[in-house]
């Protein structure tokens, strides 16, 4: 199946808000700071003059809608509460509204963009304007005005365990001369193995045990690269970061380097020059 990729930017001035309504089947934002799908009683809001990227599957409809927040000011009669409709569009990324008041707004839109297509003509008449200005905002406003901010179990756990793997960062890079092991994150941050656990496979995708391996090897490897360092076999620069099983070690070291560490200490030896490390999942770059 194709998924086309939306890559957009707001073309709404300052003090205007777009919505953006999602149709037929789900929407999977690339934006990393939403919610990852948007449901059916959902809508993605966002201010003017900001970027949005969106993966949507092939057979995916969307309508975005731009209301300028002096509108929303200078007819605050139509809502009940303006000042909070305000905050919520300023404020939150995604809304949950009731399907019935976003089914009501899509088919009216959906009405007057078949029409004013087959005879744009219309839209020249000031009355025409006016009753469809009118009902647009009344449509928006009866969506708007029950809806709700999106806080769901799953965004609250997501948030906490973002935390909780910076401060596994953090506790790693203020360590980075001795070896940290699970243990040690667990006892520093006050959590079980299964927290730390859910924590890393929800963000990285991986344990803390392959993460933590992953630093030690890229470690071992510094060691073997670096002319000023002290080891001077494989086993010495092995045993400083604990790796004391030297076959698993081996092992490890060839699958993530694509050589074997005896290599990476002759070449250094030989003065082949500096070799590069490998990646590390980017705890920068939480999802």
């Given at each position: ?73 200078r007819q605050a009669n139509f809502l009940h509460n303006p000042d909070r409709v305000l ?7 995604a809304l949950e509204v009731k399907e019935q008041h976003k089914a009501a707004l899509w ?181």
């Amino acid at each position: 199946m194709n998924t086309p990729v939306w890559r957009c930017v707001s073309r709404a001035w300052s003090g205007r808000t777009r919505s953006g309504l999602a149709f037929r089947r789900r929407a999977v934002s690339r934006d990393l700071s939403v919610r990852n799908v948007w449901e059916a009683r959902e809508i993605a809001t966002r201010p003017g003059g900001t970027e949005f990227e969106l993966s949507t599957p092939d057979d995916y409809t969307i309508l975005g809608v731009v209301l300028s927040e002096d509108v929303i000011t200078r007819q605050a009669n139509f809502l009940h509460n303006p000042d909070r409709v305000l905050h919520m569009l300023r404020s939150q990324s995604a809304l949950e509204v009731k399907e019935q008041h976003k089914a009501a707004l899509w088919g009216f839109v959906q009405q007057a963009l078949a029409t004013f297509c087959e005879n744009p003509e219309n839209l020249h008449q000031p009355a025409v304007r006016k009753v469809l200005g009118d009902n647009l905002l009344m449509a928006m406003g009866a969506m708007l005005e029950d809806a709700q901010p999106m806080v769901t179990a799953e965004s609250i756990s997501h948030q906490s365990y973002r935390r909780l793997l910076s401060r596994a960062r953090e506790y790693v890079l203020e360590n980075m001369s001795e070896p940290v092991t699970v243990l040690d994150l667990c006892n520093q941050l006050h959590v079980s193995r299964r927290t730390l656990q859910n924590a890393f496979h929800a963000i990285l995708g991986i344990g803390p045990n392959a993460w933590l391996k992953r630093i030690r090897l890229n470690a071992v490897r510094r060691e073997l690269i670096s002319p000023w360092s002290q080891s001077t076999t494989v086993k010495d620069a092995a045993m400083q970061w604990g790796c004391w099983h030297l076959g698993q070690f081996a092992t490890d070291y060839q699958q993530l380097f694509a050589e074997k560490p005896s290599l990476t200490l002759h070449q250094r030896d030989a003065g082949m020059g500096v070799r590069e490390l490998h990646p590390i999942p980017d705890l920068n770059k939480l999802t």
